[in-house]
């Protein structure tokens, strides 16, 4: 099994579009690339903690690659808007990619490239490439949030 982590705005919905994908094992939402220990959601959403609303991806690369992975999570959201996502303001709302190999920086920085350059988008990716740090696990009424609600059903774009 291997591990990617993500960042693309609120996590309810990206984690819903993971949950789908043959080869995805697991998936949690939670904090990631901030400076405070152990922050909470209400930490988080003040923006003070440097944390991103992330989803670590667990998956067997046996049966989808982390570029695979890389292609939902650009298509999930929209990596030209700098600490938004929608209506979501901030930096906990920032496009980030933590890689956990380097192998996976190389892969994130080729895709980011390849999607500057594809002439699809009318402004500059803004994307963080950055190694992942400290994992903090959300709160449990934020794990699988949609699917619990019964709106499990994300569509890719």
Known sequence: MATATFAAGCFWGVEAAFRQLTGVT???????????????????????????????????????????????YFATHDPTTLNRQGPDVGTQYRSAVFYHTPEQQAAAEAAKQRLSSSGRLCRPVVTEITPAGEFYRAEEYHQQYLEKRGLGSCHVK
């Open 26 to 72: 697991d998936t949690q939402v939670g904090y990631s690339g901030g400076a405070t220990a152990s922050p909470s959601y209400e930490n988080v959403c003040t923006g003070q903690t440097g944390h991103a609303e992330v989803v670590r991806v667990e998956f067997d690369p046996e049966k989808i690659s982390y570029q695979d992975l890389l292609e939902v």
